[in-house]
């Protein structure tokens, strides 16, 4: 195993810079994914989504928990290959993580319910 002067392991530091690499391609991706989105959601998808919602006539907070609800599932759905390969997948292959993608898939719920949970009382 090839050490540098500071003790560092080379090849871990050669696997970590690429994988640095590969995560900020991700990251650029996902932000044009994202502003594509948000660009269709101002300009009227979510009046789309919000004329959805008011046609089934529940009263006003059942209609902003849903709608609210229905954004946070639109935006986790794009979200989620994302978090799969640079959170998952990439980990995995680098040897950084042992987590099984059940368990992965366990955080991810864990999260999407406290993050729904969240905008739902913060946004209502």
């Known amino acids: 195993m090839a050490v540098d002067p500071w003790g560092f392991d080379r090849e871990r530091q050669a696997i970590a810079r690429r994988l640095r690499t590969m995560r900020l391609r991700l990251s650029a991706a996902r932000s044009a994914v994202f502003a594509t989105v948000v ?18 006539r529940w009263p ?35 040897g950084l993580s042992s987590q099984t993608f059940l368990a992965w898939l366990k955080d991810v719920a864990k ?5 729904l949970g969240a905008s739902i009382v913060s946004g209502s």
Not at 39 to 56: M, N, P, T
């Open 39 to 56: 660009f269709g959601l101002v300009f009227g998808g979510s009046g789309y989504i919000r004329d959805a919602v008011l046609s089934l």
């Open 60 to 94: 006003a907070w059942a209609s902003s928990i849903l709608f609210l609800s229905v954004l946070f599932a639109f935006f986790a759905a794009v979200e989620m290959p994302f978090g799969y390969i640079g959170g998952h997948r990439w980990e995995r292959a680098c």
């Open 111 to 115: 999260s999407l319910g406290l993050g």
